[in-house]
């Protein structure tokens, strides 16, 4: 397991940029499914952008998640944000077994970071 805390998020205007980040201890990334999700009050926890698998439509071409070489970080460059984007952003991971695929659904990931707040206007 690893321990994960994000930081990054922002009150930023319509088509604006921020950049999230994910810093793992515990373990590196190199081993597991992670990603980045997202949540507003009273909807559920959706998946935004899964390493090595892909996005979800709403942010395909504005987001772009990747990490370092160490694999102890993973980044969520966010471009063009819309006032839709506002959600509290968090960085999941779970353990990958071999052969497996990475999901975008939450309940899949076991380890998750305390979230941070980004709001479009």
């Known amino acids: 397991h690893v321990q994960l805390v994000e930081s990054g998020g922002d009150s930023v205007q319509a088509g604006g940029s921020l950049r999230l980040s994910c810093v793992a201890s515990g373990d590196n990334l190199r081993n597991y499914c992670a990603g980045w999700f997202r949540q507003v009050p009273g909807k559920e926890r959706e998946g935004v952008a899964i390493m090595h698998t892909g996005y979800t439509d709403s942010v395909l071409g504005r987001f772009i998640v990747s990490q370092d070489s160490d694999r102890t970080t993973m980044y969520q460059r966010m471009n063009r944000l819309k006032p839709e984007d506002t959600a509290k952003y968090y960085c999941?991971?779970?353990?990958?077994?071999?052969?497996?695929?990475?999901?975008?659904?939450?309940?899949?990931?076991?380890?998750w970071g305390q979230g941070t707040q980004v709001t479009v206007s």
């Open positions: 999941a991971a779970v353990p990958r077994a071999p052969g497996s695929r990475c999901t975008f659904l939450a309940g899949d990931y076991k380890d």
